[in-house]
């Protein structure tokens, strides 16, 4: 269910309106069929209950963050920071409303990265706001710190960076401090 959660952390992460299917929130296993009533009894196990806890959280983060909505329909709404890392199969981009930022990063593949740097706009540091890998969400709980300190050091175009520990198969979102 990793991918699942980082699939539907890039959904709603990215600019456009969401949209999910009937029952995506149980992690069902099986495509949905009209014939049959969703699946309830999959809230029972953890790893399904830990889905639904993951979107309650990304909505709640959503609302709650008017970068992730606001400027949708505008270009200066999102800012890839990095689109290019084909070895290492990480994404990480911008979401903007004004002066309100975060930052989101994607591991893609099911090997942690330790110590990736990572440009930032601002310096000062960050805080985590969401790790799909988290226990509560039936993650793994690869253990990231909740604060990165931003470093004078270029990377991807800005002149700060973090040098952070990405969990497998997950997204991570920070603001900054």
């Known amino acids: 269910r990793a991918n699942l959660r980082l699939l539907l952390a890039y959904q709603y992460l990215r600019p456009g309106k969401k949209l999910l299917f009937m029952g995506t929130e149980l992690a069902n296993p099986n495509e949905w069929d009209h014939e049959q009533c969703l699946p309830w009894h999959l809230e029972q196990d953890e790893g399904h209950a830990g889905v639904g806890r993951c979107l309650a959280a990304l909505g709640a983060l959503y609302l709650a963050r008017p970068c992730l909505w606001r400027e949708d329909h ?5 800012r ?17 409303a004004g002066a309100e930022h ?12 330790k110590e990736y740097r990572l440009g930032v706009p601002s310096a000062g540091g960050y805080r985590l706001l969401l790790n799909t890998d988290a226990e509560a969400f039936g993650g793994g709980g690869f253990p990231i ?5 931003s ?12 040098l952070l520990d990405l969990p ?8 900054p401090q």
């Open 145 to 149: 710190p909740d604060a990165a300190p």
């Open 102 to 113: 975060l930052v989101v990063v994607l591991n893609l593949t099911p090997e942690p990265r």
């Open 80 to 96: 890839w920071i990095d689109c290019h890392d084909h070895e290492r199969a990480v994404l990480s981009f911008q979401r903007r």
């Open 74 to 78: 505008e270009p200066s709404g999102f």
């Open 168 to 175: 497998p198969l997950a997204a991570i979102v920070l603001q």
């Open 151 to 162: 470093e004078p050091v270029s990377a991807h175009g800005h002149n700060q960076s973090l």
